[in-house]
């Protein structure tokens, strides 16, 4: 028996790195993948000239602009593939940061034609998030509200398709309170640091109690994300 493991544990790690060469042969350097997906996930790759030029800018934001406080490339290809496949239209996002998440929420955007709300608080943050946003080529589809988000939210009024909390996390319950009443049916709240820094235990209760809810809790090995939808 003990053989036997000694040998699958050979045969992965053969795999593994057999994977790994294959990788870095073909040039593959974006979203490293996480331990749990690694021999199985694959960098995004670009269908079209729009779609290389933002994952370009992507890669250069994730290795040298405020590393520890973006998203990983894993969430971010989460936000894309949520927000695209659910064909939304209106997106809001609090705490844009530098853009980076911003920008993965505009990849999904740029094709079902909708447009992104993003705010943050800190004025140089959002200068670099403009700057990033013109080199990715999707300053026409964001609109960068600077200053609290607690009160510029309340100036809301268009139906949300998905909502992206990622600033402040004492004041996610707050936020939800104020918005959940503005995503429409069968629309998505998804939240940011369900793992480190430790949520709100408020906000948990939130989403996992109300039975007009329905929470799963995703890429747990990294950050940690929850998808809330917003029942018919
Ligand atoms: C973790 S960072 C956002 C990172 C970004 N979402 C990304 O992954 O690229 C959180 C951001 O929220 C901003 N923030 C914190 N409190 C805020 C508030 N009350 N209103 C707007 N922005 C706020 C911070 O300045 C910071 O830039």
Same mark, same amino acid.
């Given at each position: 028996?003990?053989? #036997?493991?000694?040998?699958?544990?050979?045969?992965?790690?053969?795999? *593994?790195?057999?994977?790994?060469?294959? @990788?870095?042969?073909?040039?593959?350097?974006?979203?490293?993948?996480?331990?749990?997906?690694? *021999?199985?996930?694959?960098?995004?790759?670009?269908?079209?000239?729009?779609? /290389?030029?933002? =994952?370009?800018?992507?890669?250069?934001?994730?290795?040298?602009?405020?590393?520890?406080?973006?998203?990983?490339?894993?969430?971010?290809?989460?936000?894309?593939? =949520?927000?695209? *496949?659910?064909?939304?239209?209106?997106?809001?996002?609090?705490?844009?940061?530098?853009?980076?998440? *911003?920008?993965?929420?505009?990849?999904? =955007?740029?094709?079902?034609?909708? /447009?992104?709300?993003?705010?943050?608080?800190?004025?140089?943050? @959002?200068?670099?998030?403009?700057?990033?946003?013109?080199?990715?080529?999707?300053?026409?589809?964001?609109?960068?509200?600077?200053?609290?988000?607690?009160?510029?939210?309340?100036?809301?009024?268009?139906?949300?398709?998905?909502?992206?909390?990622?600033?402040?996390?004492?004041?996610?319950?707050?936020?939800?309170?104020?918005? =959940?009443?503005?995503?429409?049916?069968?629309?998505?709240?998804?939240?940011?640091?369900?793992?480190?820094?430790?949520?709100?235990? #408020?906000?948990?209760?939130?989403?996992?109690?109300?039975?007009?809810?329905?929470?799963?809790?995703?890429?747990?090995?990294?950050?940690?994300?929850?998808?809330?939808?917003?029942?018919?």
């Amino acid at each position: 028996m003990r053989k #036997r493991n000694v040998g699958l544990i050979a045969l992965f790690a053969a795999g *593994s790195v057999a994977v790994a060469a294959l @990788a870095q042969r073909a040039g593959h350097s974006r979203a490293e993948g996480s331990k749990g997906t690694e *021999s199985l996930q694959r960098p995004p790759l670009a269908k079209n000239e729009a779609e /290389k030029r933002i =994952l370009d800018v992507l890669d250069d934001i994730h290795r040298n602009q405020f590393r520890g406080w973006n998203i990983s490339p894993e969430d971010g290809r989460l936000l894309r593939v =949520l927000t695209e *496949s659910m064909g939304a239209k209106n997106v809001v996002e609090l705490g844009t940061g530098v853009g980076y998440s *911003s920008i993965w929420l505009c990849l999904a =955007l740029q094709s079902t034609g909708g /447009k992104l709300t993003t705010y943050e608080i800190e004025a140089h943050r @959002a200068s670099l998030a403009r700057e990033n946003f013109k080199r990715a080529g999707v300053n026409g589809i964001v609109a960068l509200v600077e200053g609290d988000a607690h009160e510029e939210v309340t100036k809301l009024r268009e139906p949300i398709d998905l909502l992206f909390l990622d600033a402040d996390m004492d004041g996610y319950v707050g936020y939800l309170n104020k918005l =959940l009443p503005l995503v429409r049916p069968s629309g998505l709240i998804v939240a940011h640091n369900m793992v480190r820094p430790p949520p709100d235990p #408020r906000y948990i209760e939130a989403i996992t109690t109300n039975p007009d809810l329905e929470t799963i809790f995703l890429l747990m090995d990294h950050a940690g994300v929850a998808v809330t939808l917003r029942k018919r």
